[in-house]
């Protein structure tokens, strides 16, 4: 409650100071500012506002009265909104519109870094709400695999089958969750979206797409290669972007009174097929020739390899292209009972791990500690998304240190022909990397080398280099820490 105070002191103090509602015609914001159309910018006191505890400066830029407030600027939004109440003409549509910072719309440079700042940014906030149900899942499904190696519970087991379905729905089900959030932000219909995630997660396409025989099927003449989307964010961050302008359109050329049935249902299945029938071609073909790519740099220098996956293996991971590695790692321990390239996996989840931990041990802002010691904790249980976008990727700092020392872990790795032995890793996998029938020799000790230097090297960056609470911009007013 305290928080929720401070920020509607915040909004108290700036509505005072800017001329107050009735000096406003309307409010957006963007992913740092407040931007007001102002009736009459000279009623509004520039230096009280910017001397305000959380208002970092003031600007003023195409006709918009710009407030920088920082990374806490949806919660200050809402806090002016709840004072103020909805203006004539603020609609979702204009509140999510992605408003581009003057300084980075004079070069082709700053366009393209802004672009993907606005995606990274749609997709850390999609995943804000369930940060702490993906991390408190990664430690149980830590400690699940832990229970495993132990020998404590048994796969076929009912106690592990009951478990493992709690730590495993949430990122099973995951575009399902990700198509409501992130569709509350980009303006378009949430449950819509959300039954988009459902189609994408649909028992029998997942089933279809793990099947050499039955993932290359047609549509309607259309050739289409299926793919399990299951734990996957970047597709259903698409459909959420596009289904606010297929909707809009929907609506203009369909009658009101059957609008209700037929606007839903159409969106539905209009973006299903492009991410069936067009995404998912695409990423199939990209990841399978990275993993190809991979595996050719693996057969001719192992440390080579475990230098480029190291580097890449979690950017591929934000896009979905990973996928085509992973029934690499299967087939490997199935038929040949161990996988080279899953302990350099395992390498770039102690990397996020070690970067957030950095984060936590670092920063004094209290929300933000919370939230990096889960994400810490979970990545050292193999699961990576609470660190990816809880934190890293929103202090791209910390995110690029993590992958320098990924790349640098998985060098070390290649070099000591570290091996794994089970569909496990990081910190808390390290039954899966003693050798079966024989127990404790030189490759668990490698693992010990490889995995702790790794998680040293990124701590060490980190603290150095990757953060800094000034990266915060205030995004916290006085007292909320």
Same mark, same amino acid.
């Given at each position: 409650?305290?928080?929720?105070?401070?920020?509607?002191?915040?909004?108290?103090?700036?509505?005072?100071?800017?001329?107050?509602?009735?000096? %406003?015609?309307?409010?957006?914001?963007?992913?740092?500012?407040?931007?007001?159309?102002?009736?009459?910018?000279?009623?509004?006191?520039?230096?009280?506002?910017?001397?305000?505890?959380?208002?970092?400066?003031?600007?003023?830029?195409?006709?918009?009265?710009?407030?920088?407030?920082?990374?806490?600027?949806?919660?200050?939004?809402?806090?002016?909104?709840?004072?103020?109440? +909805?203006?004539?003409?603020?609609?979702?549509?204009?509140?999510?519109?992605?408003?581009?910072?003057?300084?980075?719309?004079?070069?082709?440079?700053?366009?393209?870094?802004?672009?993907?700042?606005?995606?990274?940014?749609?997709?850390?906030?999609?995943?804000?709400?369930?940060?702490?149900? $993906?991390?408190?899942?990664?430690?149980?499904?830590?400690?699940?695999?832990?229970?495993?190696?132990?020998?404590?519970?048994?796969?076929?087991?009912?106690?592990?089958?009951?478990?493992?379905?709690?730590?495993?729905?949430?990122?099973?089900?995951?575009? %399902?969750?990700?198509?409501?959030?992130?569709?509350?932000?980009?303006?378009?219909?949430?449950?819509?979206?959300?039954?988009?995630?459902?189609?994408?997660?649909? +028992?029998?396409?997942?089933?279809?797409?793990?099947?050499?025989?039955?993932?290359?099927?047609?549509?309607?003449?259309?050739?289409?290669?299926?793919?399990?989307?299951?734990?996957?964010?970047?597709?259903?961050?698409?459909?959420? *972007?596009?289904?606010?302008?297929?909707?809009?359109?929907?609506?203009?050329?369909?009658?009101?009174?059957?609008?209700?049935?037929?606007?839903?249902?159409?969106?539905?299945?209009?973006?299903?097929?492009? %991410?069936?029938?067009?995404?998912?071609?695409?990423?199939?073909?990209?990841?399978?020739?990275?993993?190809?790519?991979?595996?050719?740099?693996?057969?001719?220098?192992?440390?080579?390899?475990?230098?480029?996956?190291?580097?890449?293996?979690?950017?591929?991971?934000?896009?979905?292209?990973? *996928?085509?590695?992973?029934?690499?790692?299967?087939?490997?321990?199935?038929?040949?009972?161990?996988?080279? $390239?899953?302990?350099?996996?395992?390498?770039?989840?102690?990397?996020?791990?070690?970067?957030?931990?950095?984060?936590?041990?670092?920063?004094?802002?209290?929300?933000?500690?919370?939230?990096?010691?889960?994400?810490?904790?979970?990545?050292?249980?193999?699961?990576?998304?609470?660190?990816?976008?809880?934190?890293?990727?929103?202090?791209?700092?910390?995110?690029?240190?993590?992958?320098?020392?990924?790349?640098?872990?998985?060098?070390?790795?290649?070099? $000591?022909?570290?091996?794994?032995?089970?569909?496990?890793?990081?910190?808390?996998?390290?039954?899966?990397?003693?050798?079966?029938?024989?127990?404790?020799?030189?490759?668990?000790?490698?693992?010990? %080398?490889?995995?702790?230097?790794? $998680?040293?090297?990124?701590?060490?960056?980190?603290?150095?280099?990757?953060?800094?609470?000034?990266?915060?911009?205030?995004?916290?007013?006085?007292?909320?820490?």
């Amino acid at each position: 409650m305290k928080k929720t105070t401070n920020y509607q002191q915040l909004a108290q103090a700036i509505l005072k100071n800017i001329g107050g509602k009735e000096n %406003i015609n309307n409010l957006i914001h963007c992913i740092t500012r407040l931007r007001f159309y102002l009736k009459d910018e000279s009623l509004a006191n520039d230096e009280a506002i910017k001397q305000l505890s959380g208002v970092i400066n003031v600007q003023k830029a195409g006709g918009q009265y710009q407030v920088v407030i920082g990374q806490a600027v949806t919660e200050v939004y809402d806090a002016v909104i709840a004072l103020t109440g +909805p203006f004539e003409n603020d609609s979702a549509e204009q509140k999510t519109q992605p408003v581009q910072d003057d300084h980075e719309s004079k070069s082709m440079i700053g366009t393209v870094k802004y672009f993907f700042s606005q995606l990274i940014g749609v997709m850390t906030g999609a995943m804000i709400p369930v940060i702490g149900l $993906l991390a408190g899942a990664g430690i149980l499904k830590g400690i699940l695999a832990a229970c495993l190696g132990f020998h404590l519970l048994t796969i076929n087991s009912g106690s592990y089958l009951i478990l493992n379905s709690i730590g495993d729905a949430i990122f099973f089900f995951l575009p %399902i969750i990700l198509g409501f959030t992130a569709a509350k932000k980009l303006g378009s219909n949430p449950v819509n979206i959300a039954v988009v995630g459902a189609v994408l997660t649909y +028992p029998n396409i997942i089933k279809a797409a793990s099947q050499v025989a039955t993932a290359h099927i047609s549509f309607f003449g259309i050739p289409t290669t299926l793919v399990s989307y299951t734990a996957s964010v970047f597709p259903i961050i698409i459909a959420a *972007w596009l289904g606010k302008y297929i909707e809009h359109f929907l609506n203009r050329v369909i009658p009101s009174y059957i609008r209700s049935i037929f606007v839903p249902i159409l969106e539905v299945l209009i973006l299903s097929l492009i %991410i069936l029938v067009g995404i998912g071609p695409v990423i199939t073909l990209l990841s399978k020739g990275l993993a190809d790519l991979f595996i050719t740099i693996y057969n001719f220098n192992p440390a080579l390899s475990g230098l480029v996956i190291g580097l890449f293996y979690q950017t591929m991971v934000i896009f979905g292209l990973h *996928w085509g590695l992973i029934p690499i790692v299967i087939n490997d321990i199935a038929t040949n009972g161990h996988s080279y $390239l899953n302990a350099i996996l395992s390498i770039t989840m102690v990397a996020q791990g070690g970067a957030v931990l950095a984060v936590f041990l670092k920063t004094k802002n209290k929300h933000l500690k919370e939230i990096s010691l889960a994400a810490a904790i979970s990545a050292f249980c193999g699961v990576t998304e609470p660190a990816l976008y809880g934190v890293n990727l929103k202090y791209k700092r910390v995110f690029i240190t993590a992958s320098i020392a990924s790349g640098v872990g998985g060098l070390i790795t290649g070099l $000591l022909h570290v091996n794994n032995y089970a569909l496990s890793g990081s910190l808390i996998g390290f039954p899966a990397f003693i050798t079966p029938n024989v127990g404790i020799n030189q490759n668990f000790y490698n693992y010990l %080398i490889s995995h702790y230097s790794t $998680l040293l090297i990124a701590l060490i960056l980190t603290l150095l280099w990757g953060y800094s609470d000034r990266y915060l911009k205030a995004n916290t007013i006085e007292g909320s820490k």
